[in-house]
């Protein structure tokens, strides 16, 4: 038997026991030429038994050392060896003057259900909600995994900081000593207003550098620019009421307006920010969402007399405007220009703020100043998303800005994004420019480049498949602005080094498929264009000559 060791007969066993025993311990093999010590083998068989959840439960004992030995032809010691890890994992449990059992709880990990026959299974699609077949995100399994493992391949993705020159050391400093001060303090729940040392640093920050007028009680702490968004549409907006939203504009917007059911009416951009139009009072936007200091995508600043006809619009209308202060801090021809919020008298302008681009995307902190009579309003939606954001990281950011590292980190990103913005520009008129002109905006860490011929178009987004490297269109971001076909690209995330070699490898392929003609017949479509369905034009382009 090649070594192998089979439990004896059921006959050895007396036949009242057996009746009683869990395991039909005839199976059990044991093999002497395994280099798995016997105890060992017996051990995980008889485990692997009690997995499968396929005894009865009305038969629980266990046979003795002195019967399982004689049945498998072994020593004591080692069938007790064995039962000894068993008890001591929770499988078997000892019973004074009764004898061994199976433990009435097993080890839940270790539990697995068992199988049911196979049958044929008719696949359905689910049942979901309405305000989730509302949304205009049609990505599924992968498509959903937005995050990036290890260093990032150059795409040329908008959005994306300089991650790598994040000062993690400064960082884990300032979070061990919150942690050694405060201790299991912020191990507790946390406020669903925000952390009162984080409120204070973020309150004083915006009053002085953003000119924005509030005070510590007005800051609400929220993961983020999403659910800054979310919170106040759910805060402010019933299904079937007005919201406006910038067209082109930011895409994650739209599906949070879908999301709540709300009537959204896209609004065209023009050289002044967002274009203001005569509406019904039963059509007045209950929200209007905005980036009046860096509109993304198209870059534009809202002139200061487009922002104060903003706040009058909304505070007729008894609407309110959610300012998204989209890259403020990386403005390169000056500094940054004040916020909405401190021009408003009305209490009708929401701020809201994120630290995804300026230190980095998976903190998920961000902050909303809100007009004292919604405060309360919004702490609640807050606190029925997730109660609130994690307290460890909302006291190492406060110490981060109360002690200056966020303002130099901030200085010191303008200057290393200003050196990266330059060579961009550099290496685009040298790979690219026969190709598109380049906007030049005074701030933000995209460009869009406007192509000189439509039938590009095709070309260019065969590319960005063959290559990775992925610049979105600008198409992406509209609903129904009628635009010239471009690209916008990031440009924040990667080094010189990295830069020219996106170029080139973008280059190189849109050269190798006008070679093949392979943007001919491709299914890839464009919106036709003319000077009186465009809203917007570039006004600062670069050529090459």
């Known amino acids: ?71 498998l032809g072994i020593s004591r010691p080692t069938v007790n060896e064995a039962f000894s890890k068993l008890l001591a994992e929770g499988y078997l449990q000892a019973r004074k003057r009764s004898g061994i059992f199976v433990a009435d709880h097993l080890p839940a990990t270790f539990l697995k259900a068992a199988r049911p026959a196979t049958t044929a299974r008719t696949e359905h699609s689910p049942r979901v909600a309405r305000r989730v077949t509302r949304m205009t995100d049609f990505r599924s399994g992968r498509q959903l995994d937005v995050g990036v493992g290890g260093p990032p391949s150059v795409t040329f993705v908008a959005g994306l900081p300089a991650v790598d020159e994040f000062p993690i050391s400064v960082w884990e400093r300032l979070r061990e000593q919150v942690l050694a001060k405060k201790g299991a303090h912020l191990l507790r729940y946390a406020s669903s207003r925000g ?67 709300a009537k959204m009416v896209p609004r065209p951009i023009d050289r002044e920010g967002l274009l203001i139009a005569k509406c019904s009072r039963q059509n007045s936007p209950r929200l209007i969402l905005v980036a009046p200091s860096h509109q ?120 290393l994004y200003a050196q990266r913005r330059v060579f961009f520009i550099e290496q685009f008129q040298k790979w690219l420019g026969d190709y598109f002109d380049l906007e030049v905006t005074p701030a933000g860490l995209h460009f869009i480049a406007w192509l000189r011929r439509e039938e590009d178009f095709p070309l260019f987004m065969r590319a960005r498949q063959e290559t990775g490297v992925w610049p979105r269109p600008l198409s992406f971001f509209c609903i129904k602005a009628q635009l010239n076909p471009a ?27 006008k070679q093949r003609g392979a943007g001919n017949g491709s299914s890839f479509q464009i919106r036709s264009f003319s000077s009186a369905t465009s809203s917007y034009w570039p006004s600062t382009t670069v050529r090459s000559n």
């Open 1 to 71: 038997m090649n070594g192998a060791i089979y439990g004896r007969t059921v006959s050895s066993v007396p036949k009242q026991r057996r009746r009683r025993l869990v395991m039909s311990f005839e199976m059990v093999r044991l093999d002497r030429a395994s280099s798995e010590p016997l105890y060992q083998q017996l051990y995980r068989q008889i485990r692997e038994e009690l997995e499968s959840g396929s005894f009865d439960s009305s038969a629980s004992l266990v046979p003795s050392s002195r019967v399982l030995a004689a049945t």
């Open 195 to 261: 952390e009162i040392e984080l409120r204070k640093a973020i309150a004083a920050y915006l009053c002085d550098f953003r000119g924005a007028n509030c005070h510590p009680d007005q800051i609400v702490v929220v993961g983020g620019m999403q659910q800054a968004m979310l919170a106040c549409a759910l805060a402010l907006i019933n299904e079937g009421e007005v919201a406006w939203i910038e067209d082109p504009g930011f895409h994650q917007a739209r599906n949070v307006l879908a999301f709540v059911g």
């Open 296 to 415: 993304f995508p198209l870059g534009v600043t809202m002139s200061l007399k487009r922002r104060k006809a903003l706040i009058e619009f909304a505070e007729s209308r008894d609407g309110y405007i959610l300012e998204d202060d989209y890259n403020s801090e990386f403005r390169f021809d000056g500094p940054p220009l004040p916020c909405l919020q401190g021009l408003d008298n009305a209490g009708r302008v929401i701020y809201a703020g994120t630290m995804s681009k300026i230190l980095y995307p998976s903190l998920r902190l961000g902050f909303l100043i809100a007009p004292p009579q919604l405060v309360d309003t919004l702490v609640k939606v807050r606190a029925v998303m997730d109660q609130h954001s994690p307290a460890i990281d909302q006291a190492t950011l406060a110490r981060f800005i109360t002690e200056g590292f966020f303002l130099s980190h901030v200085k010191r990103m303008r200057e």
């Open 487 to 513: 690209f916008v690209f990031g440009f924040a995330a990667w080094s010189q080094a990295q830069i020219e070699q996106g170029m080139a490898k973008l280059a190189s392929a849109v050269k190798q498929l």
